[in-house]
């Protein structure tokens, strides 16, 4: 099927292709959160957004296995390269404070936004192939890396504590995980009290104190 970055070439029935396809895919995602994979019927999501029953399958003709497969893949692979070259480009010259209050805003921006797929991820991980759990910590583990070297140039001019990278990185991005987490599952019931604006200020701060010298 042709795809939106055929922009050019697309004709009016070729677009709205496109966005039924899209209609499907978003209603197969908030289904598959909050019913839970297995128990969503390729039925409920075409009716859950007033298709025909069978449409589904024009579009997606191995079902919902294949759509949990495209929600996963546009999220683990598109949605993380998007914040890991988002990392890559943010300038030599940013403060600590600043580089951390960025690093958190990114994450925000691309990952934090799509409540449905985090459910997805945290309740059906028996529904993902062993490619996709590798692929995700793959992901996490680059994360972590791009972190860790920024944060060890402010190691070696003794700006900062000098001990183990990894969990100075890892309890900074814990506590950005913690909140989402929280979100997710509580939205206003959270126990954090505070926008994401907010947290991610108290956050940088505390992670500074814990880490000067």
Do not use: C
């Amino acid at each position: 099927m042709k795809s939106i970055k055929d922009a050019t070439n697309l004709t009016s029935r070729d677009l709205q292709a496109i966005e039924r396809r899209e209609q499907l895919l978003e209603s197969a995602k908030e289904l598959f959160a909050l019913k839970g994979f297995h128990a969503t019927t390729t039925r409920e999501i075409t009716r859950n957004i007033g298709m025909a029953d069978g449409l589904i399958y024009h579009y997606f003709p191995e079902g919902k296995k294949q759509m949990l497969d495209i929600i996963l893949k546009e999220f683990l692979d598109d949605r993380y390269l998007l914040v890991e070259a988002e990392i890559a480009g943010l300038e030599d010259t940013l403060s600590l404070k600043e580089l951390l209050i960025s690093l958190g805003n990114i994450f925000f921006a691309y990952i934090a936004k799509d409540k449905y797929v985090l459910q997805i991820l945290l309740k059906e991980k028996s529904a993902f192939s062993e490619e996709y759990t590798e692929r995700f910590s793959q992901h996490v583990s680059l994360l972590l890396g791009q972190t860790m070297k920024r944060v060890q140039v402010f190691v070696d001019r003794k700006e900062i504590r000098s001990f183990d990278i990894f969990m100075m990185v890892n309890q900074f991005w814990s506590a950005i995980y913690s909140y989402i987490l929280q979100d997710v599952f509580f939205g206003n019931h959270s126990f954090y009290h505070s926008d994401r604006e907010h947290y991610l200020i108290q956050v940088v701060e505390y992670t500074l104190l814990t880490w000067e010298l």
